[in-house]
């Protein structure tokens, strides 16, 4: 939050394209934390966005320019205010 109480805005703007809760692009992402068939925890400039549903994907990860893509059949997307990991998500651990 900002001193005046509104919510501060990201440095890096975020869209979510939704295509038939089967193709989902993401900007402005930052990591992601995990993921498997059933769920992706992506991290954001807004907090995490957790994706659940079933058969996911990720097809397409770019962390150079903030965006991923995600195709399955997608039943939710739900952001958490939980406090960042210190030690980084999945990739910057595959990565070191």
């Known amino acids: ?13 975020q869209n979510i394209i939704l295509e038939d809760r ?3 692009t993401v900007s402005g992402v930052s990591d992601v934390d995990s993921f498997d068939e059933q769920s992706i925890v992506i991290l954001t400039g ?5 994706v659940r549903g079933s058969d996911l994907h990720i097809n397409r990860l770019s962390l150079e320019i903030g965006e991923i893509l995600v195709e399955g059949e997608i039943d939710s997307l739900v952001y958490s205010q939980r406090e ?5 998500g999945f990739f910057s651990k595959v990565f070191r």
Do not use: F, I, W, Y
């Open 84 to 88: 960042a990991k210190p030690q980084g």
């Open 22 to 24: 089967h193709s989902l």
């Open 46 to 50: 807004l907090g995490e966005l957790c």
């Open 1 to 13: 939050m900002t001193d005046n109480g509104s919510l501060a805005r990201p440095a890096v703007p």
